[in-house]
């Protein structure tokens, strides 16, 4: 796991659980609460399949609506091919919208320097909104 002062990548590898990802999310969301998580990175480029339930993907979405909450306009990219993210990425995006809304935004790559371009330009694009306000 990689953690910097705004957010976190994780590279999944294997056959990859929905019990093991609510378990990383939730340690994500347990570590430095003073600090404002911007987004996440989900890579799964190394895994052979997901295996999500539907139960699963609503615990994952309920979860990160709570830290939505705490960080709003937290963004998650989720990297991967279509038969490695097993149509998860489509579902948790729909998911996302219902559950959570705006507080969350979430989109998925083919490559990490896709999804880190995505977050690097929405980032930017957050911080020059919040500058001409001010």
Not at 87 to 108: A, R
Request: no cysteine.
């Amino acid at each position: 796991m990689e953690n910097n002062h705004q957010g976190v990548l994780l590279k999944m590898n294997g056959l990859v659980s929905g019990r093991e990802i609510i378990d990383l999310n939730r340690e994500i969301y347990s570590r430095d609460q003073d600090k404002q998580l911007r987004y996440q990175i989900w890579d799964f480029t190394d895994a052979r399949r997901m295996e999500v339930s539907p139960e699963e993907l609503h615990t994952i979405a309920l979860d990160d609506k709570a830290e939505a909450a705490r960080n709003p306009n937290m963004l998650v990219a989720l990297v991967g091919s279509p038969r490695q993210l097993n149509g998860v990425d489509i579902s948790y995006q729909v998911f996302s919208q219902t559950w959570i809304g705006d507080g969350l935004q979430s989109d998925s790559f083919r490559s990490l320097q896709e999804a880190r371009q995505w977050i690097e330009r929405l980032l930017s694009a957050t911080l020059e909104t919040q500058t001409s306000q001010n």
